[in-house]
């Protein structure tokens, strides 16, 4: 009974967060058991069609043009797909870090402009890639995988937090930038070798992230286009300007609220705005996850 209630309360405390990682998560991991499924039915002879083959060529970001045009959903749902438990599991655990230290500093709507326009993004220009006659026959005819969402998300850190660390088994603690190129080198370097077309995607994935957190350090908030407007009623209030108070909670790391006044900042004045004091709140918020 102990046990059960902890899983609902896990499940609870994740799930009414306001992050999106653990809804991305989820249907990742839901998609990949369902044509697993499919797959294993087919393999015992349960059912005579081929429904795993199906739906990963339906999911499937294609290569052509005419026919992207016949299953357009694939724009997204190409980056849910994963072919291996290994791919899905490094995929998963890669979103789940990166995504928790770009919440700590920024919000919601600028993780999904990240994360989808990567997404997007990476599609439009492996579709450009295939309708050119030198790599329209190189490579897997199709795209499905996370990892251009992955690298956009981690490009952006690479340029708002590069001294943030994250705790690796047996490594201890490593720097994001160091361990972040390394992956970005290694990822690439491999889609340049079995599909160059992946490889403009992927490094599609890596420029939009960077562009977006280069361009929020100069005041100009992509993310502003999914910006809700509050209603706001007129109040006239007297009272003697004053400076923010910086609270602060667990081991002197500051809260949420501070963290929102500060990113207010840098939406309106660009990153060199902040004051000495304000950069090292961000950068201790950004160390909260070693």
Request: net charge positive; hydrophobic share 45%; glycine share 6%.
């Amino acid at each position: 009974m102990h046990s059960e209630g902890t899983l609902k309360e896990f499940l609870r405390t994740t799930y009414r967060s306001g992050s999106p990682v653990p809804y991305i998560i989820s249907a990742k991991v839901l998609v990949f058991v369902l044509i697993y499924i499919f797959d294993l039915l087919h393999d015992t002879e349960t059912i005579a069609a081929p429904l795993f083959d199906q739906a990963l060529a339906s999911l499937s970001l294609p290569k052509t043009f005419p026919l992207f045009l016949q299953q357009p959903w694939s724009l997204l749902t190409y980056s849910l797909l994963n072919q291996t438990l290994f791919e899905l599991l490094f995929d998963c655990l890669w979103l789940y870090w990166t995504g928790r230290i770009f919440l700590n500093l920024l919000q919601t709507r600028q993780l999904l402009t990240v994360y989808l326009g990567a997404i997007f993004l990476g599609g439009f220009v492996y579709l450009a890639f295939g309708q050119l006659t030198l790599f329209a026959e190189q490579g897997a005819p199709y795209l499905y995988s996370g990892a251009v969402a992955n690298a956009a998300v981690i490009g952006s850190l690479l340029i708002l937090v590069p001294e943030s660390e994250i705790r690796l088994f047996l490594f201890g603690n490593v720097r994001l930038r160091t361990i972040g190129l390394i992956y970005l080198a290694l990822q690439l370097g491999y889609y340049m070798m079995v599909d160059q077309s992946a490889a403009g995607s992927y490094t599609a994935g890596i420029v939009w992230g960077v562009a977006f957190m280069l361009t929020l350090k100069q005041g100009n908030d992509w993310s502003h286009f999914f910006r809700k407007q509050k209603k706001r009623t007129l109040k006239v209030v007297h009272h003697k300007p004053k400076g923010p108070t910086y609270k602060s909670y667990r081991a002197d790391l500051p809260n949420q609220e501070v963290i929102d006044e500060i990113l207010d900042k840098i939406s309106l004045n660009g990153y060199d705005s902040l004051s000495t004091l304000e950069k090292e709140i961000l950068f201790k918020a950004s160390k909260q996850e070693k």
